[in-house]
């Protein structure tokens, strides 16, 4: 999902994951939504880039609208 879409979702109360192919955007996007995001470096153009999608603990109730 788009950054503005994770900021109005985190500030309603939700969890995200975040996926992009580069770390250190990721990881500074991950840390400019704060808390209710969660940051995972995958490629969703390759097969192998989506199975490298892990949901752990912290995402463990996971609902997708």
Do not use: S
């Amino acid at each position: 999902i788009g950054f503005a879409a994770a900021r109005r979702l985190i500030d309603e109360g939700a969890r995200v994951l975040i996926t992009g192919q580069d770390q250190a955007r990721v990881a500074a996007a991950a840390k400019a939504l704060g808390h209710g995001a969660v940051g995972v470096v995958a490629d969703q153009g390759q097969d192998v880039g989506t199975a490298a999608l892990v949901v752990g603990p912290e995402l463990a109730r996971l609902r997708v609208a």
